[in-house]
């Protein structure tokens, strides 16, 4: 999961980054009681899970109390990019002589961590890439040896950057021990400010932590519950289901027993030009009950307007997840959306007779049969 | 032949007193593969289906030759689980659970290679030579014997893939489960060469998804491979940024990982590209399979 700036900085200042002082509000009337820790000038930051918030207006200065106060009232409740703001961080306004950019995130291919440093930084790294290539360096860190001191002077003296290679140690030392503590698959500091002294301090940063790793990561987990979410995602959650929101335009939802099937599903649905609202992934091991969850939860959804149920058991029952889809079915009378189900595996002529007895479900033998009858109901959709 | 698994591997089944374990341990005898002892702390001097049980690999190992092991254990135990095999000198080791840490897979992955082992998954069914032995959950019963070598990300795709196949009449050498997640153990890279050298192995179907580098990786290698490669990309449709479910499969905003790049060059390496499973049965006739 992505975290907000605030909480990345909570992060990097328990393992001994200087991130600033801060303070976080998710309403105006907080501010009476924090007023005296505020240094002015302040800056204003919106809190979302996406870049581009400067643009869009999610970050202002104020130089005194009253003028704060207007900042925070209107950045609270913005939305920026879909995202409605619940909570600002307010920080003291820093001056720096120089912007740095400084990450380490997990490179698939290489199978390790690298860091990424630019003495180009406070802009988007990929530019600096495109624009100025030679400023921007990145390394292998070998997880049997973590960040070693030639790491940092490599980063400088390759990027032809001015600085203390001991400071630039320290801080990719701790954001490699922030990498490693917090199970994080990326750590971002951007821009790291140089102050006229030459201290290191992270005015922004990004963390990305491994939704695997989650359980043994309570700070994390307590901070993602603390989030407004899709109320589907928290109800599938609360079931041990997985469910991505997909095209919030979209009419069919779909639902399946592994991944790679749920991508099979969205494609061949998509290929077709029928627009998929959501994907619930019942996981292995599916009992007629957690299919009854599943078909539940998604027909909650009243802009879910058909239900494609595709499920390829091997050990899953057939008939299990029939008498699932006739449990759920069997609470919502009159219901009349249309739901197609196609399986395999154990037991699927008892599971097929079953279907057959409940009114609006139609049985398909295969993904595409599915397809083509969600496609003669379009005008439905 | 085959690749990885077949009559000659002697497995032991890590976690076999626990619910999968010992149902997987059953079908596992039942199709045939030679599961020589089973692992769990504590538990040792059980038998579960005949199979003895040890307290650690090294006993297990030490007594019965075993060659291979199935780690059957919690997500959050794998990668000790595969440790313990390694440092056991077991050269074979597939991974089953979903959602293992990908930093407890990173140090699972150099390890590996420091000691020489072959860690197939996690996030994966295993690997099955059908007719042979199997090493997994996969549910059998669809696979047959032929020439067709399969890696796949997915397992439900390679499922699909695999019943479709059958029905058509093509078997297969080997499937092997690569697993969804970021850092498998073995990549399409690793497993290929074993199957353009596999005397039994006539074609290969690779099943990827969305995400990470792999199958550009894979399509660099077969340029240079005299086997015919069918190959699907699924996650084409996939939302951007958004995780499918495998912790792999998510394209980055800037479109690195999408299926339309990986499609291109696996095209431009002269695999064939199926659109679906269902596609690949064709796929594999006009190649003369």
Redesign the interface.
């Known amino acids: 999961m992505d975290l907000m700036e605030y909480k990345a900085k909570e992060l990097f200042t328990a393992c001994g980054i200087d991130a600033g002082q801060g303070v976080v509000i998710r309403s105006p009337a907080e501010l009476d009681a924090l007023i005296a820790d505020i240094p002015f000038p302040a800056v204003v930051k919106a809190q979302v899970p996406v870049g581009g918030r400067g643009k869009a207006g999610g970050i202002a200065f104020a130089a005194n109390t009253e003028e704060l106060r207007e900042r925070c009232v209107s950045i609270l409740g913005m939305t920026i990019r879909g995202h409605v703001v619940d909570r600002v961080l307010i920080t003291g306004r820093v001056e720096c002589a120089a912007e740095w950019y400084l990450s380490i995130l997990?490179d698939?291919?290489a199978?390790?961590?690298v860091t990424i440093f630019s003495p180009e930084g406070g802009v988007d790294i990929?530019q600096t890439a495109r624009t100025a290539p030679e400023r921007v360096a990145r390394l292998a860190i070998d997880?049997?040896l973590g960040v070693r001191d030639y790491h940092a002077r490599y980063l400088l003296t390759s990027t032809g950057a001015h600085g203390d290679p001991a400071a630039l140690l320290s801080v990719l030392r701790r954001l490699y021990d922030v990498f490693?503590r917090y199970?994080c698959?990326l750590c971002e500091i951007n821009p790291l400010a140089v102050t006229a002294g030459g201290s290191l301090i992270a005015l922004d940063g990004k963390i990305t932590v491994?939704?695997?790793?989650l359980?043994?990561q309570p700070e994390v987990t307590a901070y993602r519950d603390s989030l407004a979410e899709d109320p589907f995602v928290l109800a599938a959650r609360s079931f041990n289901f997985?469910y991505?929101?997909?095209?919030a335009a979209g009419s069919v939802a779909v639902m399946?027993?592994?991944?790679?099937?749920?991508?099979?599903c969205?494609?061949?649905?998509?290929?077709r030009g029928l627009r998929?609202r959501a994907a619930l992934?019942l996981?292995?091991g599916a009992t007629a009950d957690r299919i009854a969850r599943g078909v539940s939860l998604l027909l909650d959804d009243e802009r879910t307007r058909a239900l494609f149920i595709n499920i390829?058991?091997?050990?899953t029952r057939c008939d299990e997840v029939a008498r699932g889809v006739a449990g759920a079915l069997a609470k919502r009378p009159g219901d009349g959306r249309p739901v197609i189900v196609r399986f395999?595996?154990t037991n699927k002529r008892e599971g097929v007779a079953i279907l057959g007895e409940i009114p609006g479900v139609r049985y398909v033998e295969?993904?595409?049969q599915g397809v083509d009858a969600l496609c003669e109901r379009r005008s439905a959709l | 032949m085959s690749i990885l698994v077949d009559g000659g591997t002697r497995l032991i089944v890590q976690g076999i007193t626990g619910r999968e374990g010992t149902f997987h341990t059953e079908q596992m005898l039942t199709y045939g593969t030679r599961v020589v002892a089973g692992v769990t702390p504590g538990k040792g001097g059980m038998s579960v289906h005949g199979v003895p049980v040890y307290d650690t690999v090294r006993e297990a190992a030490e007594a019965t030759g075993a060659n291979a092991s199935v780690v059957f254990v919690p997500a959050r135990f794998t990668a000790a689980g595969a440790y313990e095999a390694m440092e056991a000198g077991i050269p074979l080791i597939m991974t089953i659970a979903e959602h293992v840490p990908v930093h407890d897979m990173m140090g699972v992955y150099h390890t590996a290679r420091r000691l020489g082992a072959t860690v197939i998954g996690p996030n994966s069914f295993g690997v099955i030579s059908p007719g042979r032995a199997k090493a997994g959950f996969m549910a059998h019963a669809i696979f047959s014997p032929g020439p067709v070598g399969i890696l796949s990300r997915s397992a439900t795709n390679c499922y699909e893939t695999v019943y479709a196949m059958t029905r058509s009449g093509i078997g297969q050498s080997t499937c092997v489960g690569v697993g969804g997640d970021m850092i498998p153990g073995s990549t399409f890279v690793d497993l290929l060469p074993l199957l353009e050298s596999d005397p039994e192995t006539s074609a290969v179907v690779l099943i990827g998804e969305i995400g990470g580098g792999e199958e550009e990786l894979a399509a660099r290698y077969i340029v240079g491979m005299t086997k015919k490669v069918v190959a699907l990309i699924a996650g084409k449709n996939a939302p951007t940024g958004r995780s499918m479910g495998h912790a792999g499969a998510i394209v980055s905003a800037d479109g690195t990982g999408s299926a339309a790049r990986k499609e291109e060059l696996l095209r431009d390496a002269g695999a064939l590209i199926a659109q679906s499973t269902e596609d690949i049965p064709g796929l594999l006739r006009g190649l003369g399979i």
């Open positions: 997990l698939r291919t199978k390790r961590p990929e997880p049997l490693i199970d698959t491994d939704d695997n790793a359980f043994r997985l991505i929101p997909c095209d399946s027993n592994g991944s790679g099937m749920i991508m099979s969205i494609d061949s649905l998509s290929d998929v992934d996981g292995g390829f058991g091997g050990i395999e595996g295969g993904l595409s």
